[in-house]
């Protein structure tokens, strides 16, 4: 029965990361798309080949995921809370995704875990969500708008004298790489969330010792989350590309730039689980108030903040739901 229910929790874990990976394209790609640096799906296939070269760098966040958020109890109702907590956050990816709202796949979560654990009467550890979850939740957009708009700014001042058609060529070649970057750094830091919930799991069932990652977790992982983000996200995409500000190559550039370098401080400095989403919308907002404030569709830029706001409790509400049906399931069951 135990080992039954952890090839499930794999599974759906997997799933989750399929659709973290599809919901999360617009992530990466979004803004080189919208500028014509590349075409959807040249930019799909290096999102995808740059989410499972990013997945193999590192697994501090999964660490983080997996021991760091809720102390759930061993055996069969141990899984069944981590169960939930992944349809919980399966749940919500696809709601916002009908919705073509960029939340966080990652707040999606954490809220499912935390949810599930307070419906099984289980231990969160608030120091840890505060710590690693919610002042980085703060944190992460505020210093991505303010430093994108930096950025912006210093290459607006740097250009300032070159000739529009070249400076705008060069831009488009360069966001190449800057969407490249930012691929990278969503497979680092989303696929180790679907990791740290696996090994969860494995603890939970008694296979495994400590919360090292397993290859063939972080492979499975990697690959999900490829594959997601090979199959698109259409809306996600045209949200961020299109309907908050018009971008331009420099602005594109400059937000992609901002955006994997805040990836990359969180993920190797701090082992913070922080969201991809975030931090490339509140870039996108950063480098369009350089050009003028009224640029920014703030209306849009309102709906996505009341996204992000809500997915934590939405996810932990649904968390807590599939946990009691799961656990009157199991019950039933046995």
Do not use: C
Request: net charge positive; aromatic share 8%; proline share 4%.
């Amino acid at each position: 029965m135990e080992l039954a229910v952890i090839v499930v929790v794999v599974v759906t874990a997997l799933v989750f990361d399929y659709t973290n990976g599809f919901h999360d394209a617009a992530n990466a790609i979004a803004t080189s798309v919208a500028t014509r640096a590349l075409t959807p799906r040249a930019a799909l296939l290096m999102a995808a080949v740059m989410n499972l070269i990013g997945a193999f760098l590192g697994t501090e966040v999964a660490a983080t995921v997996g021991s760091g958020i809720i102390d759930p109890p061993q055996g069969i109702g141990g899984l069944v809370v981590v169960l939930a907590a992944i349809l919980g956050a399966i749940t919500w990816n696809l709601v916002t995704w009908r919705l073509g709202l960029p939340s966080s796949s990652s707040h999606a979560l954490i809220g499912g875990l935390v949810g599930a654990a307070l419906a099984a009467a289980g231990t969160v550890q608030w120091d840890g969500v505060v710590d690693k979850v919610i002042i980085p939740m703060v944190l992460s957009p505020v210093v991505g708008f303010v430093l994108a708009g930096l950025l912006m700014t210093a290459v607006l001042w740097v250009f300032r004298h070159g000739r529009p058609r070249r400076v705008t060529t060069g831009f488009r070649h360069a966001q190449t790489v800057s969407a490249a970057a930012m691929a990278l750094g969503h497979g680092l830091q989303d696929a180790q969330k679907t990791m740290g919930v696996i090994v969860l799991a494995l603890v939970i069932g008694g296979y495994h010792q400590g919360f090292e990652v397993p290859w063939w977790v972080v492979l499975l992982s990697a690959g999900a989350l490829s594959l997601g983000t090979y199959s698109g996200g259409w809306r996600i995409m045209r949200t961020l590309g299109r309907r908050i500000i018009d971008l331009d190559p420099p602005r594109g550039f400059a937000a992609e730039t901002t955006a994997s370098a805040v990836l990359y401080t969180t993920a190797f400095a701090f082992s913070a689980p922080i969201s991809t989403t975030q931090t490339i919308t509140a870039s996108i907002l950063g480098v369009g108030a350089t050009r003028r404030l009224s640029a920014v569709r703030w209306n849009v830029a309102g709906n996505i903040a009341i996204a992000w706001v809500l997915t934590l409790p939405a996810a932990a509400a649904v968390g807590a739901l599939a946990f009691w049906l799961l656990h009157w399931l199991v019950g039933a069951a046995g």
